[in-house]
C-alpha cells in the first residue's frame, strides 16, 4: 500500500465514522446516506484510489479539470457529479461524462442540458440548486434558484427529453439570513424537498453539507453529504 493509499483510506475511515455517528445521533440508517467525495484538483490517481477503497460516487465542478479525469477512469465504476456553476458552452463537454448535474438553476441551463442529453443518448440526473440567500427572485451569490422558483424550474426539467428530476441541493449560504444558521439552512431545504415532492415524488435527493457541516446536514435528513477536504487534504492554492 502507498503512502497516499494508506493517508486516504485513513481519512475516509474517519469520515465513515462520522457519517455513521450522525446517522445514529439522527435515528436514521447509514445507509441512508451516501458519501460524495469532491475530487476537485486532486488528480486521477487519487480518484482511482478512493475507487479501490470502495467510494463510487465522486465530484468535480470545473469541466476543464474533469473531463479528462472522467475519460482517464472511465474504466471505473463510478458515478460522476458536477457540483461547479455551469456555463451553458461547457454543456456538451459536461453531459458526456456526467450522471447528475447538482447546479441546475436556470432554465437555459434546461435546455442546452436536454439538447445535448438527448444528442449524446444519455439520461442525466439534475438536483435543482436552491439559493438560500437569494431574494424572492433573483439567483444567490455561488449560483442557484430563488426557494419561489423551484416550483416552475422542476416542472421545466420534468418536462425536458434525455434529463430525470433527481431533487435538491444546496451550499450553506454566506449571507442573509442563514448565514451562520447551517442546521437551519438545511432543514429549510428539507421543507423545500417535501414541497418538492408532493408534485414529483421520485425526486427525493436532498445533497448538502460538506466536510465542516455534514452532522447538521445528516441531521436535517439530507440523503447525500459532499466531502472533498476531510477525504483527500487541503488543497493546493490554484495559480
Given at each position: 500500500m502507498t503512502d497516499?493509499?494508506?493517508e486516504l483510506a485513513v481519512n475516509l475511515a474517519k469520515v465513515e465514522e462520522r457519517i455513521a455517528a450522525a446517522c445514529a445521533a439522527a435515528g436514521r440508517k447509514r445507509e441512508e446516506v451516501t458519501l460524495i467525495v469532491v475530487t476537485k484538483t486532486y488528480p486521477a490517481s487519487d480518484v482511482r484510489?478512493?475507487?479501490?477503497?470502495?467510494?463510487?460516487?465522486?465530484?468535480?465542478?470545473?469541466?476543464?479539470?474533469?473531463?479528462?479525469?472522467?475519460?482517464?477512469c472511465a474504466d471505473l465504476p463510478l458515478t460522476w457529479h458536477f457540483?461547479?456553476?455551469?456555463?451553458?458552452?461547457?454543456?456538451r463537454?459536461?453531459?458526456?461524462?456526467a450522471d447528475l448535474v447538482q447546479s441546475v438553476d436556470r432554465s437555459k441551463l434546461v435546455d442546452a442540458l436536454s439538447r445535448e442529453a438527448v444528442r449524446a443518448g444519455?439520461?442525466?440526473?439534475?438536483?435543482?440548486?436552491?439559493?438560500?440567500?437569494?431574494?424572492?427572485?433573483?439567483?444567490?451569490?455561488?449560483g442557484g434558484?430563488?426557494?419561489?422558483?423551484?416550483?416552475?424550474l422542476a416542472a421545466l426539467v420534468a418536462g425536458s427529453p434525455g434529463l430525470r428530476?433527481?431533487?435538491?441541493?444546496?451550499?450553506?449560504?454566506?449571507?442573509?439570513e442563514y448565514a451562520g444558521r447551517r442546521r437551519a439552512a438545511f432543514e429549510r431545504l428539507m421543507d423545500l424537498s417535501t414541497d418538492l415532492r408532493r408534485a414529483h415524488p421520485a425526486a427525493n435527493m436532498v445533497s448538502a453539507g460538506m466536510s465542516a457541516d455534514l452532522e447538521e446536514a445528516v441531521a436535517?435528513?439530507?440523503?447525500?453529504?459532499r466531502v472533498g477536504t476531510a477525504v483527500l487534504g487541503v488543497r493546493p492554492r490554484l495559480g
Open positions: 497516499r493509499n494508506a484510489i478512493l475507487s479501490g477503497l470502495g467510494v463510487r460516487h465522486v465530484a468535480e465542478n470545473r469541466d476543464q479539470d474533469a473531463a479528462p479525469k472522467a475519460a482517464e457540483v461547479g456553476q455551469l456555463q451553458t458552452n461547457k454543456v463537454s459536461v453531459v458526456a461524462y444519455r439520461e442525466v440526473g439534475c438536483l435543482l440548486q436552491v439559493a438560500l440567500d437569494a431574494g424572492a427572485s433573483e439567483r444567490g451569490e455561488r434558484v430563488a426557494p419561489g422558483g423551484i416550483e416552475e428530476l433527481d431533487g435538491l441541493m444546496t451550499v450553506a449560504p454566506l449571507t442573509g436535517a435528513g439530507a440523503t447525500h453529504v
